[in-house]
Every structure is written in C-alpha cells, then in structure tokens.
C-alpha cells in the first residue's frame, strides 16, 4: 500500500506566475484535501475534492484552484502568485463513506511541496 | 467560531519526563479529535484519534489523550519522554463537515 505522494518538493516562482502542485492520494482513498502551512503556523484548509467535485471551500480566493481526476490524484493550481502564497502545501487523503457527508474518516498527509515566491 | 487552541508554542522537557501538550477546542458539540506530529521538513503523521467512542485514547510511540466534555480539552500526553518525541504537535478538530481546524501547533524540545 503506497502512501500519499506529492511532487515537487520544492518550487520557486516569481510574483504573478501560475503554479500547479500534484498529489497522488493513498491508494484505496477516494478523497483529496489542500492545505497552505505557513512558516510557524498550523496547516490552513484550502479545500476538498470527494470523487472529482470540490465538497468544501476554506477561506482562500478564487485564483485557488483545483482538480481531481479518476484515479483519485489530484492538482492544486494557484494563480497570480503573491509573496504570501510562499508555503508548504500539503495534500492529505481520506476514504469517505458512501455520501458525501462527513464521516470519522481520517486524513493521512503527503510530504508536501515547499513553494517560495520572490 | 468553531476553532482549537493549544496552549503554549514551545515546551521543553528532560528526557524521560512526562510530556503534556495542551489541547482546547471550541464547540458545545462535540467534535472527532486529532494529534498529529511533524518532524522537520516532513508531512503530518497521525499519532491518534477521537471518535466519540472511549475517551482515553492511546496513539502510537506511547502517545495517549484524554477526552474532557466538561472541560473541552484533549491534552496530549506521555509518561517518559524520548530524545525522538522531539517535533512539531498539532492539534486537530473536525465537526460536521469536511474541514479540519488545526491548532498552531507545540514545538516539543527534549533535553538530554
């Protein structure tokens, strides 16, 4: 059983490029949650894709954005990057009941990609 | 506002003392219940979980956490601390919904 992979480890951009962060979730695990972990702060949920549709939205602005796709892997894109967008980001999958409700399910974390934005 | 605390960013310990890391949320319902640690420029591993079933929970590595109502506290805690338990803790909580709330986090220094 494979774990939760993401690629790339790390990245730097400059101010206003696009960025797309990949995840690969635990095999068997049908649902992908982002989340933006500043220097010395807790992880910040940016969103959630259960079986290909976003299933819930943090407080983050439309140039967030993402996919998920059949196998279940997913993408994170952000846009218009800003200095404050420099972060980990982490990616973290779960297995959810048969709806989209909430269930006891828990979330198992990928490594995460470090992005520095200059 | 549904959110968690954890009381103190740094805690330092000798090795082989008892480790305590607080842990306070914020709802009148209760919510299911996370510790996880992360180790330098590492992802988040799950150290152990509430789920309204007994309120004692025992986790990996010899990590325990008792579930309060009364008191909404879920504070982490080990009876002898290792040189390896140092790291970043947090404290996680989820409600009816898909989002996890995450504390700030507990860095835990271990003296030799």
């Known amino acids: 059983e494979t774990g939760v992979t993401q690629s790339p480890t790390h990245l730097i951009k400059t101010r206003g490029q696009q960025v797309t962060l990949r995840c690969s979730s635990q095999?068997?695990?049908?649902?992908v949650s982002w989340y933006q972990q500043a220097l010395g702060q807790g992880p910040q949920f940016i969103f959630q894709?259960?079986?290909?549709?976003?299933?819930g939205r943090g407080n983050f602005p439309p140039r967030f954005s993402g996919l998920q796709f059949p196998n279940y892997s997913s993408e994170l894109n952000v846009n218009a990057l800003e200095l404050d967008d420099s972060a980990l980001y982490l990616c973290?999958?779960?297995?959810?009941?048969?709806?989209?409700?909430?269930?006891?399910?828990?979330?198992?974390f990928g490594p995460g990609t470090r992005l520095t934005v200059l | 506002a549904q959110s968690v605390t954890q009381l103190g960013s740094h805690v330092s310990v000798s090795e082989g003392a008892l480790v305590l890391l607080r842990c306070n949320y914020s709802?009148?319902?209760?919510?299911?219940l996370f510790w996880y640690v992360q180790y330098p420029n590492q992802g988040l591993q799950l150290l152990l979980k509430?789920?309204?079933?007994?309120?004692l929970v025992k986790g990996i590595n010899g990590f325990e956490a008792e579930f309060k109502k009364s008191e909404t506290s879920f504070h982490l805690t080990k009876p002898s601390a290792h040189m390896s338990d140092a790291a970043e803790y947090f404290c996680?909580?989820?409600?009816?919904?898909?989002?996890?709330?995450f504390g700030t986090g507990t860095s835990l220094t271990v003296i030799p």
């Open positions: 973290a999958s779960s297995l959810a009941g048969g709806s989209r409700s909430a269930s006891t399910d828990t979330q198992y």
């Open positions: 095999s068997g695990h049908n649902t």
């Open positions: 894709y259960y079986r290909e549709e976003e299933n």
């Open positions: 709802s009148s319902v209760p919510p299911y």
């Open positions: 509430y789920t309204s079933a007994a309120t």
């Open positions: 996680a909580v989820r409600y009816t919904g898909n989002q996890f709330y």
